[in-house]
């Protein structure tokens, strides 16, 4: 079983006025096999939770704690990150000119995992994979996310999720820009990874219409850079009725 422990998380960013806090106390457990939806208006620090999970140096915590197995992540490298088990599927996936779609793959792999896959059974593994994700197997000879459209980027994000098989998954909005059956097609491979390594989950979004096809267990209504409120499923459909007009009113 893993866990993803969050206490007391507070991150600040620098900015052209001096330093911003983002997060003010973010308290959160993610365990294995579990989905947990964050949800919540522009500029509550959905994404910012995200990020300085994943190492990213423009976000500095500044008090707080995370642990990933009762490791302490935020002493890791963002490397060491990622060997421990993290994943971020990006909002905005980078493009990485001159790097093959297979060389990236195999690569990454070999880093997360210590030693290279079996080439036999490395290259049906990424067919399959490509295959139930409606990926054209000639992307492969791409460079990585170079002239790939929107949902293309969304279900390469995928993609490595399912071959990477991380103990814990941040997905931040990775719904954004789809249409209907790109979002399918993605929602399908998360639930295909989670099935198949038990993965934790948290799903970054605005719109419940991703959470038609991944059921949380959990949702977190993040405010301000706080919690504001957590339920089940339920709570994402007074969300999708009401809006967040309650909870900024009341901050």
């Known amino acids: 079983m893993t866990t993803l422990e969050i206490r007391d998380l507070h991150v600040s960013v620098d900015t052209p006025e ?10 959160l457990t993610i365990g294995s096999n579990q989905t947990h939806a964050i949800m919540g208006p522009n500029g509550s620090g959905k994404s910012t939770l995200a990020y300085s999970l994943a ?3 423009k976000y500095r ?24 088990g993290l994943f971020l599927a990006m909002q905005y996936p980078v493009e990485v000119p001159g790097v093959t779609e297979a060389n990236f793959l195999r690569t990454a792999k070999t880093a997360v995992s210590g030693q ?11 067919a399959a994979a490509m295959e139930a994700l409606r990926f054209d197997p000639e992307f492969q000879e791409r460079s990585v996310n170079e002239g790939f459209s929107g949902g293309e ?10 071959l990477l098989k991380p103990k ?5 909005e990775t719904d954004s820009g789809l249409d209907v059956d790109a979002l399918r097609v993605v929602a399908e491979g998360v639930n295909r990874a989670q099935a198949a390594t038990g993965a934790g989950v948290m799903l970054i979004t605005h719109y419940t219409r991703i959470l038609d096809y991944i059921t949380p267990d959990f949702v977190h209504v993040f405010v301000a850079g706080r919690v504001a409120e957590e339920g089940g499923p339920d709570l994402a459909a007074r969300l999708e009725a009401e809006g967040y ?7």
């Open 168 to 172: 814990i998954a941040i997905l931040d």
């Open 55 to 57: 190492g990213h140096p």
């Open 18 to 27: 001096g330093d911003k806090p983002i997060l003010k106390g973010v308290d």
């Open 153 to 162: 980027k969304k279900r390469n994000e995928i993609l490595q999720m399912e």
């Open 245 to 251: 007009d309650r909870f900024l009113s009341a901050d």
């Open 116 to 126: 290279a896959p079996p080439l036999r059974a490395w290259i049906k593994e990424v």
């Open 61 to 84: 915590v500044t008090s707080g704690s995370v642990l990933l197995d009762g490791q302490d992540l935020l002493a890791m490298t963002v490397d060491e990150r990622a060997r421990a």
